[in-house]
């Protein structure tokens, strides 16, 4: 069974640009969430779905956004770029949401902010 | 919301055993999980155990729960130099978001 699946790996943005990243969930899984990996900040929430609709959220500006598609793939965009939007962004999927749903997570993808 | 803790280094001669000891402070977590995070790489599920349990072995791997104390440890027994990454502890908070803590360096003395 593949695992979950990022694309592109590497990528280098300048600021002010937009960037959209993409994530092949584990096939049958119908959960992906996002986080965002920081040297300073460790990994951070960013948001969750589960069938096409945002179940969860957490404490980005809407600069970030997400969506999912209704074959569980799922895009995140970020606009307007930032200098501090350099991080590692890990997409991670799971069969159901909730308690007990253990997540399973892709290799990432690096963006770089210049 | 939640805060976990970890200690962000330690170094262990290879074969001895690794403890690496996590605190969270939301006492109705109900599932807390140990991630590894190799160079470049993604997050690997290690293992994971349930809040009505206080331990957990799986194979090298022990994990230890201390719910009174809201302390986790995972415990490497004879560790290899293919052990050498960060190790992340994760607790699932009442609103089902999974809170990570910083990590934990793992680095291996010859």
């Known amino acids: 069974k593949a695992g979950v699946t990022q694309t592109p790996r590497y990528l280098i943005k300048t600021r002010g640009q937009q960037v959209t990243l993409s994530c092949s969930p584990i096939s049958g899984h119908r959960s992906v969430s996002w986080y965002q990996q920081t040297p300073g900040q460790g990994l951070q929430f960013l948001f969750e779905?589960?069938?096409?609709?945002?179940?969860n959220k957490g404490n980005f500006p809407g600069r970030f956004s997400g969506r999912q598609f209704s074959n569980s793939r799922s895009e995140m965009n970020v606009s307007t770029l930032e200098l501090g939007d350099s991080a590692l962004y890990l997409c991670a999927s799971s069969y159901g949401t909730g308690t007990g749903n253990t997540i399973y997570f892709g290799e990432g993808s690096w963006l770089t902010v210049v | 919301g939640e805060d976990v803790e970890q200690s962000l280094f330690l170094s262990v001669r290879e074969g001895d055993s690794s403890v690496i000891n996590c605190t969270y402070t939301?006492?109705?977590?109900?599932?807390l999980y140990w991630y590894k995070q190799e160079p470049g790489a993604g997050l690997q599920l290690l293992t994971y155990?349930?809040?009505?349990?206080d331990m957990k072995q799986d194979q090298r791997l022990t994990v230890l729960l201390n719910k009174k104390d809201k302390h986790l440890s995972l415990r490497i027994a004879d560790t290899q130099t293919g052990d050498s990454a960060i190790y992340f502890c994760?607790?699932?908070?009442?609103?089902?978001?999974?809170?990570f803590g910083k990590g934990t360096r793992l680095h291996i003395l010859p």
């Open positions: 155990i349930f809040s009505n349990m």
């Open positions: 779905y589960f069938s096409e609709t945002q179940r």
């Open positions: 939301d006492s109705s977590s109900t599932y």
């Open positions: 994760a607790v699932v908070q009442r609103d089902d978001k999974i809170i």
